[in-house]
């Protein structure tokens, strides 16, 4: 069975702190990306990658950095939380090539800033 | 600009009833797909269905169908006999064919609540 996971389902961290989410793809995926999930605005991309080491901005990629150094993970770094950082978080992958692709989800983490 | 727009924030059906939620989009790029996505009060995002640009038919999975009226840009799900299990969040999203990334643009989103 097809696999996205996330390292956390719920976290809490105070503002300040170096805040790290981690997805992992069982799928060898080319692509994986990272969205925030808030009321009213539905899904908005973070950073994606389509490549290792290899990340292109989203549509809000302030206060946000990633990493993929292996091809199967790709971590969201919050450098220093906020409070409207709290939001749900989303990583999904896809393989590069087929148009018709849907992009595979993890489960998601909720996080909470404080 | 707001490429997907979903304009029903909520709605209720009742059971065994369908419903039909809307969807349209903007691109000029005659090459995208439509997809559309559950969400439980869980959290995981299901995949549905999809709809190609150039697709004569309009796509069916089951209890799901898509009515795609191109020359509209609306791709409204219609899901027949709803299930009180039907009760979530439904998203419509798009992936234009000049994006070479794969990136999907997502609406806000339509809550459906089933009741018996």
């Known amino acids: 069975d097809v696999k996205v996971t996330q390292s956390s389902r719920y976290l809490v961290k105070r503002t300040g702190e170096k805040v790290f989410l981690e997805c992992v793809q069982d799928?060898?995926?080319?692509?994986m990306f990272w969205y925030r999930q808030d009321p009213g605005l539905g899904l908005r991309l973070i950073y994606f990658?389509?490549?290792?080491?290899?990340?292109e901005k989203g549509d809000i990629p302030e206060g946000y950095s990633v990493s993929r150094e292996k091809k199967e993970r790709f971590s969201l770094i919050l450098e220093s939380a906020s409070t409207n950082q709290t939001s749900m978080y989303l990583c999904?992958?896809?393989?590069?090539?087929?148009?018709?692709?849907?992009?595979?989800f993890g489960p998601g983490t909720r996080l909470t800033v404080l | 600009a707001q490429k997907i727009t979903q304009t029903q924030p909520g709605m209720f059906v009742q059971e065994k009833e369908a419903v039909t939620l809307d969807c349209t989009y903007d691109?000029?790029?005659?090459?995208?797909?439509l997809f559309w996505y559950k969400q439980p009060s869980s959290g995981e995002m299901i995949f549905l269905i999809y709809?190609?640009?150039?697709?004569?038919q309009n796509a069916t999975e089951g209890r799901y169908s898509l009515n795609f009226q191109k020359a509209r840009k609306s791709a409204n799900l219609v899901i027949s006999a709803s299930q009180l299990g039907d009760s979530a969040m439904y998203f419509c999203a798009m992936r234009e064919g000049r994006d070479s990334w794969g990136k999907f643009q997502f609406g806000a989103g339509t809550q459906v609540v089933v009741t018996p």
């Open positions: 709809q190609g640009s150039y697709d004569q």
């Open positions: 799928m060898d995926h080319e692509n």
């Open positions: 990658s389509y490549d290792v080491k290899m990340k």
């Open positions: 691109t000029s790029d005659p090459s995208y797909g």
């Open positions: 999904a992958s896809s393989p590069r090539d087929t148009f018709y692709n849907e992009q595979f």
